[in-house]
Each structure stands twice: as C-alpha cells, then as structure tokens.
C-alpha cells in the first residue's frame, strides 16, 4: 500500500487550500481513510476520518465547520478541503489508511495500518 499526500503549500489566514491523497496497492473497501497532522514540536494529532465503503465522515473539533474529507472511490484518492485556515493550522499533514477491522477508535494514530508521506501546510498572519 502507497499514500502520497499533495497540496499543501504557504497561504494567508483565512485561506483555503485542497489536500490530497493518492492510495495504491490494494482495493481500500473495508478501510477508514484518514487526516492526521502534526505541528513542530506537538504530537500527530487527528483531523478527520472517512470510511471508504459507506462515506461517513468524522472530524475532530477543532476544525468542524472548516475542513471537509472526501473520496474519490474510482480514483482511489482521499481529499481534504481545508478552508477558513489560521496561524494553529499550520502543519504537515498525513493521509493515512486502517483496516476498519481493526480495534480502536478513528482518531487514535494506532487505529491506522498505512501512512503517506506528508505534505506541509503553512498558514501566515
């Protein structure tokens, strides 16, 4: 399985930008696709989650409102609009993927068995 993470990039508060995460290797019916990010010096932390065979959709709250995860099933790829951006959201961003099998909830880092490479989001005042 390969995840790589693309769209990040340097915007001004209050601007948008699409994230995207291309998934190959394997069928991801039976899977949790998700967002994580991770700030200097700050654990990976959860941003949303989609399942890929029914869609439904999680967020964390922080960017409830904000952010919107979506999926592409015919192009095996998993997008994350990101909108209303700040100075907090800067970070590098990580699409992971998780047999939905697996025990543990959505938002935990542990839940997921695959990860891409990460793409840098930087948000200026």
């Known amino acids: 399985v390969q995840l790589q993470a693309s769209g990040g990039g340097l915007v001004q508060a209050g601007g948008s930008l699409g994230l995207s995460c291309a998934a190959s290797g394997r069928t991801f019916s039976g899977y949790v696709m998700g967002w994580f990010r991770q700030a200097p010096g700050k654990e990976r932390e959860f941003v949303a989650a989609?399942?890929?065979?029914?869609?439904?959709?999680y967020y964390a709250d922080s960017v409830k409102g904000r952010f919107t995860i979506s999926r592409d099933i015919y192009k095996k790829t998993v997008y994350l609009q990101v909108n209303s951006l700040n100075p907090e959201d800067t970070a590098v961003y990580y699409c992971a993927a998780g047999v939905s099998r697996n025990s543990g909830s959505y938002s935990s880092p542990r839940y997921y068995n695959y990860w891409g490479q990460g793409t840098l989001v930087t948000v200026s005042s």
């Open positions: 989609i399942t890929w065979s029914g869609g439904s959709t």
